[in-house]
Structures are given as structure tokens and as C-alpha cells.
């Protein structure tokens, strides 16, 4: 079963716009990680972020994290066409094996 | 450093036969991840091995079995194919569990 949900299922944004999606889990984590994946591709690790911290940034990114509500959103910032892909976030709990969800298709339109 | 590499890319294989996919992880990374990825299911963990040693296992049948070399090579294996097991599998190496992983391209399998 999936520990982390996406949402939402997709996202259609304008180049220059955010584009923010969130992710919701169900136990308590080590860390979460948010990856992209381009059509069919192997995934990209964009971010981690770990349970003791509340906000990391990565160039556009900037992800957040609230385990009081077991959720974390991940913004981009003035989104490029390029952006286009899935993403997902991935936690890690007591295993450490990352667990993924189910992604956030983004289209970004040029 | 050269990233993960999966061979081959692409496979057809009818059903009752058995494949072998491979996976060379970043030089100097000890643990190899495979994942199933399905758009029915998602992204489905497999197995993790370390050091040669399954470390972690996923929920699927015996069917699915795999490998870690000496030098941290791995394969998997699955036999006797299903019309289901048509997927995209991927392959993630990283430094230390629970960390960033590197994933490699993948391998495209169809079963017909």
C-alpha cells in the first residue's frame, strides 16, 4: 500500500505561474523526499527534507513539512515547460525504505 | 561519476517465460533498490539489497527473486511472466537507506 498520497491527481498551469502540490502520509516518517519523474523515465530526487525540519529550498523549489498533520507541499516557483512531469513524494520510516505515492502529473503550457 | 545504468531497456517476453533484468549502481553505493512501476499500482517496492544481502523485501510473490553482486551489481529475476507483470521496473542505488536514491532509466518489460 501507498504511505504517501499526492494531491492532486494532476495539475495544468501557464508558464510563470506556481505550481503547488501536496502530499499526505499516515505514519510517522524520518524523512520525505519529493522526486520528478519525466514520461516514462527513471525519477529525479529533487528534495529531501527530514522530521525535525519545517521548510527547505532548492533553487525554485521549496518544500514544507508539518507532521502535526503528516503533510508536506511542494512549491515551484515561476514554472518553465520544462517542469513538466510527475512528482512524487516518498517517506521513510523505521525501514528506510522510501515509500512513494501515487504523483502529481504537471503540465506546464508554454 | 557515471549514474545508475539498467540493461536492457526494453523487453517483450510471452507469458510463462522468465527474465532477467540488470542494474549497475553508482560506483561506490552499496545498496540497490527495484521498484514496479504500473499506472494501475504506482511505484512498487520490490527489494533492497546491501552488501550482497536482501536487506528488505516487498510484497510480491516468490516469483520475483533478485541479486547483489561483489561488486554491487544487481540483477533481478522474474519467472515464469504473467500478462500483469508488464511494467516498468526500476532500479535506485543510494549511499545510506532512507536517503537520496539514484534511479536509473528503467527497463520497459511487456508481456504478451
Known amino acids: 500500500s501507498q504511505q504517501g498520497e499526492e494531491d492532486p491527481q494532476a495539475l495544468s498551469i501557464q508558464e510563470g505561474e506556481n505550481a503547488t502540490m501536496n502530499c499526505s502520509y499516515k505514519t510517522s516518517i524520518n524523512n520525505l523526499q519529493w522526486y520528478r519523474q519525466n514520461s516514462g523515465r527513471g525519477l529525479v530526487h529533487l528534495i529531501l527534507i527530514r522530521s525535525n525540519e519545517r521548510e527547505k529550498h532548492s533553487g525554485r523549489l521549496r518544500v514544507t513539512l508539518d507532521t502535526s498533520k503528516k503533510s508536506s507541499s511542494l512549491l515551484i516557483t515561476a514554472s518553465r515547460a520544462a517542469d513538466t512531469a510527475s512528482y512524487f513524494c516518498a517517506t521513510s520510516g523505521g525501514s528506510y525504505i522510501p515509500t512513494f505515492g501515487r504523483g502529481t502529473s504537471l503540465i506546464v503550457h508554454p | 561519476k557515471a549514474g545508475v545504468t539498467q540493461t536492457p531497456r526494453y523487453l517483450i517476453k510471452t507469458r510463462g517465460q522468465q527474465v532477467t533484468l540488470s542494474c549497475s549502481p553508482i560506483s561506490g553505493h552499496r545498496s540497490v533498490s527495484w521498484y514496479q512501476q504500473t499506472p494501475g499500482q504506482g511505484l512498487q517496492f520490490l527489494f533492497e539489497y546491501f552488501s550482497e544481502t536482501q536487506r528488505n523485501k516487498g510484497n510480491f510473490p516468490g516469483r520475483f527473486s533478485g541479486r547483489q553482486f561483489s561488486n554491487s551489481r544487481s540483477e533481478m529475476n522474474v519467472s515464469t511472466l504473467e500478462l500483469g507483470d508488464s511494467a516498468l521496473y526500476l532500479c535506485?542505488?543510494?549511499?545510506?537507506?532512507?536517503?537520496?536514491?539514484?534511479f536509473g532509466p528503467g527497463t520497459r518489460l511487456t508481456v504478451l
Open positions: 535506485a542505488s543510494s549511499n545510506k537507506g532512507g536517503e537520496e536514491q539514484f
